[in-house]
């Protein structure tokens, strides 16, 4: 891709989704060389995260039962 298209690609990324995340959809492109390396770049992601918000979830959901048992 010439370094026009580029420039072009990615200032309509940054129009669209704004500047932190044009710079992760760029750096993801960058770093994967085929369609199913991104995706398994995206389903690592994902799966990094969900059982982070999980356990967020769950030890929010037990602070508030102490709460409510303990006032």
Do not use: C, H, W
């Not at 370094?3 to 940054?14: A, G």
């Not at 995206?42 to 039962?65: D, E």
């Amino acid at each position: 891709m010439a370094p026009k298209r580029i420039r072009e690609k990615l200032s309509v990324l940054t129009r669209r989704l704004g500047p932190p995340a044009a710079l992760a959809a760029v750096t993801m492109a960058q770093t994967t060389t085929s369609a199913s390396d991104s995706m398994a770049a995206m389903i690592m992601l994902v799966n990094s995260v969900i059982p982070v918000l999980v356990m967020v979830l769950v030890l929010k959901l037990l602070f508030s039962s102490f709460k409510e048992l303990g006032g």
